[in-house]
């Protein structure tokens, strides 16, 4: 059975660091790209970026670029959404999903991670 | 970037109407687009892809149409358990968007 389980919720002050993680299990983690997808409470879904676990290649929205950080460790099929330094309004769900390639939308996604920041 | 607006944002509808929700890319994106299913504290669902694809196990009164910049879908009859946010998604560049949402309510 194909799974993504993503890290559990956080609590975390403006200027920590925070790293939260999607295990993927059930498929080839090498043969898949993972994005992340940020919901605000109560807003929609806004693409982050990707990473292509094989090579660890990156993409980034504009939006996100130099804010976050993403990753991956093939060798425990896991990819990670990190910050340096919170702010309030990062306050959302994370969703991590995996896309086969280039030309296939996200398939399978995981839970989602409830990330709050507050003082 | 590839702005993505969908309309409604708001629709009212009761069990057993056909609903069509519009999705309008900002540029061509051929048919690379997928419609997803949100209910509240849950993951987004995969519906469509490549514009009119039904994926695996998503029942056939889900259809989705168009190419190029316009895009819709259609839930033929109504059932209980559709009532929910629907958002579209461009995934013919980076960066990958969506549209607003479309949030389908019980008339």
């Known amino acids: 059975e194909v799974q993504l389980v993503q890290s559990g919720a956080e609590v975390k002050k403006p200027g920590e660091s925070l790293r939260i993680s999607c295990k993927g299990s059930?498929?080839?983690?090498?043969?898949?790209?993972i994005n992340w997808v940020r919901q605000m409470p109560g807003k929609g879904l806004e693409w982050m970026g990707r990473i292509d676990p094989t090579d660890s290649y990156t993409s980034y929205s504009p939006s996100f670029q130099g804010h976050v950080t993403i990753s991956a460790d093939k060798s425990i099929s896991t990819a990670y959404l990190q910050w340096s330094s919170l702010k309030a309004s990062d306050t959302a769900v994370y969703y991590c999903a995996r896309q086969a390639w280039g030309g296939s939308p996200n398939d399978y996604w995981g839970q989602g991670t409830l990330v709050t920041v507050s003082s | 970037d590839i702005q993505m607006t969908q309309s409604p944002s708001t629709l009212s509808a009761s069990v057993g109407d056909r609903v069509t929700i519009t999705c309008r890319a900002s540029?061509?994106?051929?048919?690379?687009l997928a419609w997803y299913q949100q209910k509240p504290g849950k993951a987004p669902k995969l519906l469509i892809y490549?514009?009119?694809s039904l994926e695996s196990g998503v029942p056939s009164r889900f259809s989705g149409s168009g190419s190029g910049t316009e895009f819709t879908l259609t839930i033929s009859r109504l059932q209980p358990d559709d009532f929910a946010t629907y958002y579209c998604?461009?995934?013919?560049?980076?960066?990958?968007?969506f549209g607003q949402g479309t949030k389908l309510e019980i008339k």
């Open positions: 998604q461009q995934y013919h560049s980076h960066p990958y968007t």
């Open positions: 490549k514009a009119s």
């Open positions: 059930g498929f080839n983690f090498t043969t898949y790209w």
């Open positions: 540029q061509s994106i051929s048919s690379w």
